[in-house]
């Protein structure tokens, strides 16, 4: 029985029936290695394991833990402040907050889901006691969260990197900043027309100068992580991973020394949550390496890479191409999956027709990110709907003008690579 054709149909099939994906995954890879006895089960053991023995994969579970230490820290209230002062007086002021936060809280965290179950459940019940529909704020965090994975630190982008050896973490991180604040500006502007139409008011007046400074002054130290982690990557001070420790002694020290909100007492619980969010990353990387050995060694990705140059694509409509195909993968399959599969396939090819590989793989981590909040696998809808406690329906409803929103801004990213290539280049990252 041909091997490809087991792995493909039986991933299908688990993935129909509601087999989270990185088990669907996995068990897809241990019945073909059964069925098609082309290669021992031991395979699957030994490449799960293989795909999570990685150097520069330890930053993953770093930044995770660097980010609880924050939240840990009180810094969702301070990011929050901080915010709010700069744009809670206006028409529609919370949902501003919540798009500004979000942004802010995304170069910590690295990681939708935490933006949107930490500071964005806390914006969504601010939200609702001001007066907002309650699905309207679930929406706008769902759709806001998507930049936890574009602005640096990113924790897929650590994944891209090790899978195209032509971009650097260093580079992603810095190609992400100018998408993740377009992004941002998009879904204030969405917040803009909505807060219009249905008169969601202000929240007070602006508070004087000496308050400002003095709230500005005290999230100094939280916004200065990303731009230490940057800053000492581009200086040549330390590596990615390395980076990443760097983010957890600095995060300990704002917790504990600075806000002094960070107890002792709270560190087992901290570091148990960082543990097993850590545990599902590698999990979900561990069998979707096992997966994408299969399709190597069977020569999937080659003869995929030869059927489309073989097809003479421009450039551009190879890009098209690509950003419909990843669009309609994103929403059955989960981001660091689709990346594990996708980016070995696609990048040789968007290189071999002279796409820039930096401004390539943005458009691949926002296209992947997108199914995250699109039906049935969006794994932020799920989170969203558990932490406000609205319905599905209404929040897939209130989704609309963002899901919008979003297509502008990828049709950008697409069509003008120097948002994605113009930062790493000004700044000397390769």
């Not at 041909?2 to 149909?9: G, K, N, P, R, Y």
């Not at 965290?109 to 001001?130: Q, R, T, V």
Request: aromatic share 10%; glycine share 8%; hydrophobic share 55%.
């Amino acid at each position: 029985m041909d091997a490809s054709i087991v792995l493909i149909v039986s991933a299908c099939i688990f993935l129909a029936i509601g087999v989270p994906v990185a088990f669907a995954l996995g068990l897809a890879t241990a019945a073909t290695l059964i069925l098609a006895e082309s290669y021992p089960l031991l395979v699957l053991l030994k490449e799960t394991f293989t795909g999570i023995d990685s150097f520069p994969l330890m930053a993953v579970p770093f930044f995770i833990l660097a980010a609880e230490l924050m939240s840990g820290g009180s810094l969702t209230e301070v990011l929050l402040r901080f915010a709010g002062q700069f744009v809670g007086h206006r028409r529609g002021g919370l949902g501003y907050t919540n798009v500004v936060s979000l942004t802010f809280f995304s170069g910590i965290s690295g990681s939708a889901l935490a933006d949107a179950a930490g500071p964005g459940s806390m914006l969504i019940k601010m939200m609702d006691k001001a007066g907002y529909d309650r699905s309207y704020a679930a929406a706008l965090t769902a759709s806001t969260a998507i930049v936890g994975p574009i602005i640096p630190p990113s924790i897929i982008m650590i994944i891209y990197a090790l899978q195209d050896e032509s971009v650097s973490v260093g580079t992603l991180f810095v190609a992400g900043i100018l998408p993740g604040i377009l992004i941002a500006v998009a879904m204030c502007i969405v917040n803009f027309y909505v807060s219009k139409k249905r008169n969601y008011k202000g929240d007070g007046e602006t508070p004087p100068l000496r308050e400002i400074l003095l709230t500005t002054w005290k999230a100094l130290p939280a916004i200065l992580l990303p731009v230490v982690i940057l800053g000492g990557m581009r200086a040549g001070w330390f590596t990615p991973t390395e980076a990443s420790v760097v983010a957890v002694f600095y995060a300990l020290v704002c917790g504990k020394f600075v806000y002094r909100t960070l107890e002792w007492k709270a560190l087992p619980n901290i570091l148990e949550r960082s543990a097993l969010l850590s545990a599902s990353v590698l999990i979900i990387i561990g069998l979707s390496a096992s997966f994408a050995w299969i399709l190597t060694i069977e020569g999937i990705p080659q003869q995929m890479a030869e059927w489309l140059v073989s097809m003479n694509l421009s450039p551009w409509m190879f890009l098209i191409i690509v950003n419909v195909f990843l669009l309609l993968f994103g929403i059955f399959i989960e981001p660091l999956p689709g990346v594990m599969v996708l980016a070995p396939i696609l990048a040789p090819v968007a290189m071999k027709l002279g796409v820039d590989p930096v401004h390539f793989a943005m458009i691949v981590i926002y296209n992947l990110t997108l199914g995250m909040i699109t039906p049935p696998v969006g794994g932020l809808l799920f989170v969203t709907c558990n932490v406000s406690k609205v319905p599905m329906s209404q929040l897939v409803r209130e989704l609309v003008p963002f899901l919008w929103a979003h297509g502008a801004v990828l049709v950008l990213l697409t069509f003008v690579p120097a948002l994605s290539t113009w930062m790493p280049h000004a700044l000397g990252f390769k």
